[in-house]
């Protein structure tokens, strides 16, 4: 028995079965799930569910998930219930995935909640659900959650304003988004942010975001940014020279 904390063993043998290590993933896993802590049993389970239906045993893996959900309680089995939704979400089982994503996204887990509430909005939009993923996202911009919460409020912003037509709501979601300061969905919902408002006649306001965005330089929208304060600037003072 390894002497790191389970959660530890679980975190090392994530990134080994992502790095495609299996073996070394499984013997790891295997140890977590020997430490009988809740929340390490439930998540090993669930991961170590994947890679044994990654190898083409799906009954196998599909058990030892459903055995991860059931082995902690809420917000333990947070990551085994994000981890179900997106395996029936593969499967072709909307219904099933959002009822996983549902649980995971009220387990109250620090990181699953936001996460699966994020899956969620974007099940329910693609099922024509608009009202249901409005409220998802919203919910997971109050979690405040450092990387979720900047990508759900720049994608419901592109929903509000594109479907909903709702200048006001979007506005508050980019501006969400942007005052977080996340790398990549801060100036993404910048961009947006600051055509919105250069379209409502706040031409200042929108320099003063598209220059946020030009200083981020983000590889994609740095340059718009850069080419709408150029298309923007104010005209330059020219002095006629008087004859004597």
């Keep these: ?19 495609g290590r299996e073996d070394e993933a499984r013997a790891l896993f295997a140890q977590a799930i020997a430490s009988g802590v809740p929340a390490a049993v439930s998540e090993s389970k669930a991961l170590l569910g994947v890679l044994v239906m990654s190898s083409g045993d799906a009954d196998g893996g599909r058990a030892l998930i459903d055995e991860g959900v059931a082995a902690a309680s809420p917000p333990d089995n947070g990551r085994a219930l994000t981890v179900l939704g997106r395996v029936l979400q593969h ?62 409020a720049h994608d419901l912003g592109l929903e509000l304003l594109y479907t909903a037509r709702d200048r ?35 031409t200042d306001s929108a320099r003063r975001v598209w220059q946020r965005v030009a200083d981020s330089r983000h590889p994609v929208v740095a340059s718009e940014a850069k080419q709408n304060l150029r298309l923007t600037a104010p005209p330059k003072k020219s002095w006629l020279r008087r004859r004597s």
């Design 1 to 19: 028995m390894s002497d790191l904390d389970p959660m530890t063993l679980v975190d090392r043998a994530d990134g080994l079965a992502e790095a």
């Design 91 to 152: 499967l072709g089982d909307d219904d099933g995935a959002e009822a996983a994503w549902r649980a995971a996204a009220t387990s109250g887990h620090p990181d699953r909640a936001p996460e699966a509430g994020l899956l969620l909005a974007e099940l329910l939009l693609s099922r024509s659900d608009v009202d249901g993923a409005r409220a998802a996202f919203q919910q997971v911009i109050d979690s405040r959650h450092v990387l979720y919460a900047p990508k759900a």
């Design 168 to 202: 006001q709501g979007a506005y508050t979601a980019w501006k969400s988004a942007v005052d977080s300061g996340h790398p990549e969905y801060g100036p993404l919902a910048g961009v947006h942010l600051g055509k919105l408002l250069h379209e409502g006649g706040d």
